[in-house]
């Protein structure tokens, strides 16, 4: 959904645009902290995994039943 090209990696802008075509429109210092916060190597880039750890449960027994969906 967000990564439009299929290039593994996200930028703010770009999920700010992907979300805007979903009707979501996120303050751009959000996004910004988001990314900031995910972005393990400070790249300015959210790549897929850094993007599931965000969104994953912190109970690893939730995670793992959740991943095996």
Not at 5 to 27: M, N, Q, R
Not at 32 to 40: A, E, Q
Request: proline residues 6%.
């Amino acid at each position: 959904m967000l990564d439009r090209c299929g290039k593994g990696w996200v930028t703010g802008p770009e999920i700010t645009e992907a979300l805007s075509d979903y009707g979501v429109f996120p303050h751009k210092e959000d996004v910004y902290l988001f990314t900031r916060h995910y972005d393990r190597d400070s790249d300015g880039r959210v790549v897929f995994s850094d993007f599931c750890d965000a969104f994953l449960p912190l109970d690893p027994c939730v995670a793992t039943n959740l991943q095996h969906r």
